[in-house]
């Protein structure tokens, strides 16, 4: 639905929500309101239909019904993870540095209040060395480390993480894995159970292409009472008492736009993705002032690219530039993390599309 010439490069964000999903979430919202009470409670007509995207998104996720939980995003089934895992005084929790604040800001809550710690294990934006990276993770666990939280897919750079890896040294030291799933899920594909990680937090808007404000929430049953959400003190179900009255028809929305992903197939999704963030790449490397950074095309890519820009040019300001004189839409990275931009390419972009990008990038830099 997007507004006539718009170059929309920028999934890795928001996602934009397929015309047939979005009538779906209006044709769920308008059976709900025919009657409130009877549709949306028990066995009502929408909340079951809500319900039955836990189904959707285990299929895609390699797990079952029961072990996910529908949430408003990332950010939303971090902060649930945070909340729901056990902590004494002086416990250590190990990220790295190059968290999204979705997935960092929940653990430094937690610490401000309950005397914890976090420790941080540091990625370069040029480093894409994951063997190197599992060595700091293994060499950064102590004595009081009980959770490991981390990125599956670096946000700035496209770095895919030794996610199994990673998940095997936490369960090898009784050590909680949690993984920010955010860049991951309906752009590559995703096995939770092959991972091994005990929770696995996305969203449903970004490369899922849901309704804006949803989000899956993966725990594994056999973290038993490691983690336990508040949300399932009465049931697992969508739109259960502990739960209370969710958005069933955005999750029902959330449900059709997961089956259009699997009925494209993840490894095609994935396949299209990457060649065209690779076409990217290379274009990119052309240019002139600017430096890529995150892993070049090979094995373990995603679809997402980015690189530096000159210091003297505020990335904020060229990504403002790039939309109002180009009709172009990419993330700036803030300069905490490399003052440049990103690109995040999905089913419905083209090469056409990156040589558009390419060709107003090398306007703006001259």
């Given at each position: 639905?997007?507004?006539?010439?718009?170059?929309?490069?920028?999934?890795?964000?928001?996602g934009?929500?397929p015309?047939?999903?979005?009538?779906r979430?209006?044709?769920?919202?308008?059976?709900?309101?025919?009657?409130?009470?009877?549709?949306a409670?028990?066995?009502?007509?929408?909340?079951?239909?809500?319900?039955?995207?836990?189904?959707?998104?285990?299929?895609?996720?390699?797990c079952?019904?029961?072990e996910?939980?529908?949430?408003r995003?990332?950010?939303?089934?971090?902060?649930?993870?945070?909340?729901?895992?056990?902590?004494?005084?002086?416990?250590?929790?190990?990220?790295?540095?190059?968290?999204?604040e979705?997935?960092?800001?929940?653990?430094?809550?937690?610490?401000?209040?309950?005397?914890?710690?976090?420790?941080?294990?540091?990625?370069a934006?040029?480093?894409?060395?994951?063997?190197?990276?599992?060595?700091?993770?293994?060499?950064?666990?102590?004595?009081?480390?009980?959770v490991?939280?981390?990125?599956?897919?670096?946000?700035?750079?496209?770095?895919?993480m030794?996610?199994?890896?990673?998940?095997?040294?936490?369960?090898?030291?009784?050590?909680?894995?949690?993984?920010?799933?955010?860049?991951?899920?309906?752009?590559i594909?995703?096995d939770?159970?092959?991972?091994g990680?005990?929770?696995?937090?996305?969203?449903?808007h970004?490369?899922?292409?849901g309704?804006?404000?949803?989000?899956?929430?993966?725990?594994?049953?056999?973290?038993g009472?490691?983690?336990?959400?508040?949300?399932?003190?009465?049931?697992?179900?969508?739109?259960?008492?502990?739960?209370?009255?969710?958005?069933?028809?955005?999750?029902?929305?959330?449900g059709?736009?997961?089956?259009a992903?699997?009925?494209?197939?993840?490894?095609?999704?994935?396949?299209?993705?990457?060649?065209?963030?690779?076409?990217?790449?290379?274009?990119?490397?052309?240019?002139?002032?600017?430096?890529?950074?995150?892993?070049?095309?090979?094995?373990?890519?995603?679809?997402?690219?980015?690189?530096?820009?000159?210091?003297?040019?505020?990335?904020?300001?060229?990504?403002?530039?790039?939309?109002?004189?180009?009709?172009?839409?990419?993330?700036?990275?803030e300069?905490?993390?490399?003052?440049?931009l990103?690109?995040?390419?999905?089913?419905f972009?083209?090469?056409?599309?990156?040589?558009?990008?390419?060709?107003?990038?090398?306007?703006?830099?001259?």
């Amino acid at each position: 639905m997007f507004r006539p010439g718009l170059v929309y490069l920028n999934t890795a964000s928001l996602g934009p929500t397929p015309r047939p999903v979005f009538e779906r979430v209006l044709a769920a919202w308008r059976e709900l309101e025919t009657n409130p009470v009877l549709n949306a409670y028990g066995t009502g007509s929408v909340v079951v239909a809500a319900d039955a995207a836990r189904g959707e998104a285990a299929a895609l996720l390699g797990c079952t019904a029961d072990e996910i939980l529908i949430t408003r995003g990332t950010t939303d089934g971090m902060i649930t993870l945070a909340n729901a895992v056990r902590f004494e005084r002086g416990d250590h929790i190990l990220i790295t540095d190059q968290e999204h604040e979705g997935g960092e800001a929940c653990w430094a809550h937690r610490a401000r209040r309950e005397g914890l710690h976090i420790d941080r294990v540091a990625i370069a934006p040029e480093e894409h060395d994951t063997a190197a990276i599992l060595q700091r993770f293994a060499d950064a666990i102590g004595p009081a480390t009980r959770v490991i939280s981390v990125s599956h897919v670096i946000t700035t750079t496209g770095l895919r993480m030794p996610i199994a890896e990673i998940s095997a040294l936490a369960r090898a030291r009784n050590i909680v894995c949690i993984v920010d799933g955010a860049q991951a899920v309906g752009a590559i594909h995703v096995d939770v159970k092959a991972l091994g990680c005990h929770a696995y937090a996305t969203s449903g808007h970004k490369w899922l292409m849901g309704p804006k404000g949803t989000g899956l929430l993966y725990v594994n049953r056999e973290a038993g009472t490691l983690i336990e959400p508040a949300q399932w003190e009465l049931g697992h179900n969508y739109g259960s008492e502990s739960t209370g009255t969710s958005p069933q028809p955005l999750a029902i929305g959330l449900g059709a736009a997961i089956a259009a992903m699997r009925a494209i197939g993840m490894e095609n999704v994935e396949r299209h993705n990457v060649a065209l963030r690779n076409h990217a790449w290379h274009a990119i490397s052309a240019l002139p002032h600017v430096q890529l950074v995150g892993p070049p095309p090979g094995p373990g890519n995603t679809p997402l690219v980015a690189f530096r820009i000159p210091a003297e040019i505020v990335a904020r300001d060229l990504r403002i530039r790039l939309t109002q004189r180009h009709n172009v839409v990419v993330k700036s990275a803030e300069a905490r993390w490399l003052n440049g931009l990103r690109l995040s390419p999905h089913l419905f972009n083209t090469e056409a599309d990156v040589a558009a990008a390419i060709a107003a990038l090398g306007t703006e830099l001259g």
